[in-house]
Nanobody, 124 residues
Framework: VQLQASGGGLVQAGGSPRLSCAAS????????MGWFRQAPGKEREFVAA????????DYADSVKGRFTISRDNAKVTMYLQMNSLTPEDTAVYYC??????????????????WGQGTLVTVSS
């Protein structure tokens, strides 16, 4: 599986960008997917995850109520709608995918495939 994240850039505080993650190489309709982020000088952290059908989701407390994760299996694409951004959301955002029929997880080690990351910079 190859994952390509896009949609990052420079955003003003309060902005609402949407990240996309396009998958290729094989079907991913029965794999859980997620977003992690890594801010400068910090470890990579969980942001959100979505189950294979799209009906199961999980969010980090820091983004709950502001971010929405979704997927379109027909388009082989996952999304992260981000609202009410603050400078603390500045990070490289990585999309990721588990192995076949795995459940959503907050653990980095539970994901098998990673995209290259897209930088989101939030200006105050």
């Amino acid at each position: 599986v190859q994952l390509q994240a896009s949609g990052g850039g420079l955003v003003q505080a309060g902005g609402s960008p949407r990240l996309s993650c396009a998958a290729s190489g094989r079907t991913f309709s029965e794999n859980a997917m997620g977003w992690f982020r890594q801010a400068p000088g910090k470890e990579r952290e969980f942001v959100a995850a979505v189950g294979w059908s799209g009906s199961t989701t999980d969010y980090a407390d820091s983004v709950k109520g502001r971010f929405t994760i979704s997927r379109d299996n027909a388009k082989v694409t996952m999304y992260l709608q981000m609202n009410s951004l603050t400078p603390e959301d500045t990070a490289v955002y990585y999309c990721t995918c588990t192995g076949y029929l795995r459940s959503i997880s907050r653990k980095i080690g539970d994901y098998d495939y990673w995209g290259q990351g897209t930088l989101v910079t939030v200006s105050s």
